[in-house]
């Protein structure tokens, strides 16, 4: 793990201008780097992942479930007594056993989704929104080792930055490779007077 300080900035050219204070002070081009951050909300890796995990069911052909198995067999059987029962044609019958079983699934596996127990997008989305305490903006990283750290720290004071953090995190090719904006930052003081 790599020991990382990073400002946030309001504009790409603050943060370019935090940069170039950076390498005036001696750091390196390969241990810079600058990212937007999106608002709070807009990430949604919990919401995705709850997506893919249990998928909302619009095809029973193409997602059977249990529900719609049911409601298929149960709309076949409604349409054929339903077509026999006013002696209609052989090819009617099947017609309507083919329309039932189709209204069936799609009953049943409404039924079924609505009865399963996996969270609701939207409760999903509540949850990965409430949990996220970033701002959103343009971050500088800056990858640091304990002795320069603070200095670090307080040339993104003194550019301009706000919300100086300090955090644990893989360093590749000249970027923060794991940085997940739904963390909560780790605030780092700074004396700017010292800067």
Do not use: C
Request: aromatic share 6%.
């Amino acid at each position: 793990m790599s020991l990382i300080v990073a400002g946030r900035f309001t504009t790409f050219s603050a943060a370019e201008a935090g940069a170039r204070q950076l390498f005036a002070e001696g750091f390196i081009e390969e241990d810079v780097t600058l990212f937007f951050v999106n608002p709070r909300g807009q990430h949604a890796h919990v919401a995705a992942d709850s997506l893919h995990a249990a998928p909302f069911v619009l095809n029973p052909v193409k997602h059977p479930g249990r529900g719609a198995i049911v409601g298929a067999v149960a709309g076949a059987v409604v349409g054929v007594a339903v077509f026999a029962a006013t002696s209609s044609s052989v090819v009617v019958a099947i017609a309507a056993a083919g329309v039932g079983a189709y209204v069936g699934a799609m009953l049943g596996a409404t039924v079924h989704r609505r009865m399963s127990t996996s969270p609701s997008v939207s409760e999903v989305a509540q949850h990965a929104v409430h949990r996220e305490t970033r701002d959103s903006g343009v971050l500088v990283a800056v990858h640091v080792s304990p002795d320069n750290q603070l200095r670090a720290a307080q040339v993104l004071a003194h550019a301009g930055g706000q919300a100086i953090e300090r955090a644990n995190g893989r360093w590749q090719q000249g970027r923060w490779a794991d940085f997940d904006p739904t963390t909560p930052p780790v605030p780092l003081e700074v004396n700017q007077r010292e800067a």
